[in-house]
């Protein structure tokens, strides 16, 4: 069974920083794309970053450049999501998802591409 599972979310004072965890079991995530969306109350989920199971490569949206990172762990089966400055705005629930269809830069934002997804962690940034 393909399963996905994000940990790492809490609160977190302004500036602070927090490694977010996307841990999959029943299949490897090697050779799969793998994203990070998020989403607040009210608003649309929209993507944060992907790394690319195709070429490697990754991809962010303009407002986690310069702050998030996100990296592979292939030998333990996990993508994690580096965030640091936070901000009160980042503020969501964040998801993680697969897929082994091709994104790139026009496409890794794009909710329908991905096939599985975790059931979210909740991050909170607030003095």
């Known amino acids: 069974q393909v399963q996905l599972v994000e940990s790492g979310g809490g609160l977190v004072q302004p500036g602070g920083s927090l490694r977010l965890s996307c841990g999959a079991s029943g299949f490897t995530l090697d050779g799969w794309s793998v994203a990070w969306f998020r989403q607040a109350p009210g608003n649309e989920r929209e993507g944060v970053s992907c790394?690319?199971?195709?070429?490697?490569?990754?991809y962010y949206a303009d407002f986690g450049k310069g702050r998030f990172t996100i990296t592979r762990a292939n030998f333990e089966n996990t993508v994690y999501l580096q965030m640091n400055s936070l901000k009160p705005e980042d503020s969501a629930v964040y998801y993680c998802a697969t897929t082994d269809h091709l994104v790139d830069s026009s496409t890794w934002d794009l909710s329908t591409k991905y096939d599985y997804w975790g059931q979210g962690t909740q991050v909170t940034v607030s003095s």
């Open positions: 790394s690319s199971g195709y070429d490697g490569s990754t």
